[in-house]
């Protein structure tokens, strides 16, 4: 299966002329009724309604407590305040992009935002004894948790294990509002390999022109579904709107963001889009700003092929595809000698 045969391009899943613009803003929804076993058609509608359109909205009412989040943040806090020597060690040994800590700079070579991410299986091991299937096993990559920085280890798994729950959650709805049975997901998502990254936003420096300038560049996310917790001084997180405008998501610390990702999108033969999205920097010298992103996937076998009901005349979009195989194609590009292949 080559790349091209299996990536559409942005053009194909934001097909801007075909969808209705938002009425505004990144929608807010309550997940709370739900959560507590309420008759789930309300939110079922209104997320059928957003993830058809711009397909960003926000949820409360999740349940997570917000010390998780703010444990996370402060053992990043101590992980990035450790001495340069030590934090270059803690790159990913495999040489994978998505894991350890990494730093994205701009072309002057001062840091735009770290990154420290880890997957929910520490390693092939890890995987193999909870359940994957052996021929998997080159799809993990070791974990890094510098044991020097207290907390960070526990902080994390706690954070990745209740935003899992709340993207369970989700995708159970997401059944719903596709018209599928509620479980239809559920065997899907008994070994998933979800990641989490702690995104960390330093102050800029004093610029001269007025144009936008980009933390993290625009890009849609490769996975399932994202579920991200921001905090900071500024709202960076920015959405490509249905007219092509960029919508600023703001920061509410009792919110989660949640995106459609390109497999979603993939699966719903586009009927869902995966929006494209970027972080600005702040206007001014000073502020900074974090996110936690996790980044859901199903079991790493699953195969992801439009489902019959979006099919419509032109066929399927897409061929079937499976994480595993997805992630060889992504680490393919990243490892390609041309960097514009990126
Ligand atoms: O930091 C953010 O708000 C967004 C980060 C992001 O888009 C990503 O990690 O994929
Ligand atoms: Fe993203």
Known sequence: ?????????????NDAATRPRPDGGIPVIDLGPFLAGADP?????????????????QVVGHGIAPEAFDAVYRANDALL???????????????????????????EGSPLVHRFQVCNY???????????PSRYGDYFARNVWPEQVEGL?????????????????LMELFARALGLPPEHFAPMLTHPVSDL??????????????????????????GMLTVLHQRGDYAGLQVQGLDDAWVTVPIDPAALVINIGDLMSRWTNDRWP?????????????????????????NVD??????????????????????YVWEAMFLARYRAPDPDNR
């Not at 299966?1 to 899943?13: F, Q």
């Not at 520490?122 to 994957?132: F, N, P, R, Y």
């Not at 526990?154 to 369970?168: I, N």
């Open 1 to 13: 299966m080559t790349l091209a045969a299996t990536t559409a391009g942005p053009a194909a899943r």
């Open 41 to 57: 058609t309300p939110v079922v509608e209104r997320i059928a309604q957003v993830c058809s359109s711009v397909s960003f909205l």
């Open 81 to 107: 305040a450790l001495p340069d020597a030590e934090k270059a060690q803690l790159g990913s040994p495999d040489g994978h992009p998505w894991r350890g800590l990494s730093t994205m700079r701009s072309p």
């Open 122 to 132: 520490e390693d092939a091991a890890t995987a193999l004894a909870a359940g994957v």
């Open 153 to 169: 280890r526990a902080s994390v798994l706690r954070c990745l294990a209740e935003m899992k729950r709340v993207g369970d959650a």
């Open 197 to 222: 990254a702690v995104n960390t936003y330093p102050a800029q420096p004093a610029r001269d022109s007025t144009e936008p300038s980009l933390t993290f560049r625009e890009h849609t996310d490769s």
């Open 274 to 298: 995966s929006t494209r999205h970027r972080v600005v920097a702040a206007a001014d010298t000073t502020s900074t700003r974090a996110s936690i992103a996790t980044f859901h996937l199903p």
């Open 302 to 323: 699953t195969v992801i092929a439009p489902l019959e009901p979006f099919v419509g005349p032109d066929g399927p979009h897409y061929e079937p595809v499976t994480p």
